[in-house]
């Protein structure tokens, strides 16, 4: 076998060992139950347990890093990572950006699952809410209604106004995930640019509907609003894809 053939399975191998490695690293952290903000054993005690190279284990240490595993913290050490979707977020947006060069799909499936999460829990939310969370529902509600009436576009209101919608939840992964979308959302905004078609007053009186059948506990009907609202959401990427 030349070497030019045993290239591709050498490198395989290395990968292989690469990713068995970092599942080792991750077993080690849960045996011995650390937690976000806890410090990682040093370079040195890592090796000795993994039985591995300083430069292979450093190479799978900034893998995991890359991922919102492991911090490193030069002059400090390694830490378990505390929560965050940073690394989500680059590789959703990325993927999302890509889609809408070819006719949007992956763009579409993110705003499924949105729509998904919010339909399918928006009655659970709608169980727990208190007077003063609904209340705050509604004032983002009115700035959403304030710059569509001068014409303004409204993405951060309407962010504020959806995440207050679920914080009777207390999921803190769920308004992580809801953040994630956002952030997705506005670059894909970012990036159609414009202009389509769409009416700012209409997407007002849509989101005036959700918080009318919030506040009257019509659950259903809630969940038919929160449908349509994602339903245009998918319009303007389609008319900035076909």
Do not use: C
Not at 11 to 24: E, G, I, N, P, Y
Not at 139 to 144: A, D, G
Not at 204 to 209: C, G, M, P, S
Request: hydrophobic share 45%; charged share 25%; aromatic share 6%.
């Amino acid at each position: 076998m030349t070497a030019s053939k045993m290239t591709p399975v050498a490198r395989f191998s290395a990968q292989a060992r690469l990713r068995a490695l970092q599942t080792d690293i991750l077993e080690l952290i849960l045996e011995r139950d650390l937690m976000p903000g806890d410090p990682l054993p040093t370079e040195s005690e890592l090796t000795a347990a993994l039985g591995v190279g300083r430069n292979t284990l450093r190479e799978s240490l900034k893998a995991l890093q890359a991922v919102g595993v492991i911090e490193i913290r030069h002059g400090f050490g390694m830490f378990v990572a505390e929560s965050n979707f940073e690394a989500l977020t680059d590789g959703l947006m990325f993927r999302a950006r890509l889609s809408l060069r070819h006719h949007g799909e992956e763009a579409m499936q993110l705003v499924d699952v949105r729509q998904a999460l919010e339909s399918g829990l928006i009655g659970a939310a709608m169980d727990k809410i208190t007077p003063e969370q609904l209340a705050a529902v509604e004032e983002s509600l009115q700035r959403i209604e304030t710059a569509a009436a001068a014409g303004e576009p409204f993405i951060e209101a309407d962010a504020e106004f959806h995440r207050r919608l679920f914080e009777p939840l207390n999921n803190a992964l769920l308004i992580s995930l809801m953040d994630v979308f956002w952030k997705v959302y506005r670059r894909i905004h970012l990036e159609v640019g414009g202009p389509y078609d769409v009416n700012l007053g209409d997407f007002a009186t849509l989101h005036r509907e959700i918080y009318e059948a919030v506040a009257s506990a019509d659950k259903a009907r809630a969940a038919e609003r929160l449908s349509w609202h994602f339903d245009e959401i998918r319009n303007i990427i389609a008319q900035t894809t076909s």
